[in-house]
């Protein structure tokens, strides 16, 4: 069983910044991409950037703002988001493609989610 765990969530004002991370743990031979997405309420679920071993991406609306980066050893992913607005409110949830053993099929996993809000 592999799981994610989200941290770093929280209340900041308008233009603060924050730093997320994910840490995935269990039965884990190699992960593939790594992602964050965010569900604003009332909204559905937006992709916010993803990477993989060599390249990132990021929601256009985000570029600048937000970095994705990994640490391969620790099997986590991060998310720093500087100049935060109060449009970025939401729960983000990272998402990791997973392969327990050599040849098995990617699994997608999903965390549970951390709050981040920003008040104006």
């Known amino acids: 069983q592999v799981q994610l765990v989200e941290s770093g969530g929280g209340l900041v004002q308008v233009g603060g910044s924050l730093r997320l991370s994910c840490a995935a743990s269990?039965?884990?031979?190699?992960?593939?991409?790594m992602g964050w997405s965010r569900q604003a309420p009332g909204k559905q679920r937006e992709l916010v950037a993803a990477i993989t071993s060599g390249d990132t991406m990021y929601a256009d609306s985000l570029k600048g703002r937000f970095t994705i980066s990994r640490d391969n050893a620790k099997n986590t992913v991060y998310l720093q988001m500087n100049s935060l607005k109060p449009e970025d409110t939401g729960v983000y949830y990272c998402?990791?493609?997973?392969?327990?053993?050599?040849?098995?099929?990617?699994?997608?996993?999903w965390g549970q989610g951390t709050l981040v809000t920003v008040s104006s």
């Open positions: 998402n990791a493609e997973v392969l327990v053993r050599p040849l098995s099929p990617g699994r997608g996993v």
């Open positions: 269990g039965t884990i031979w190699k992960i593939n991409g």
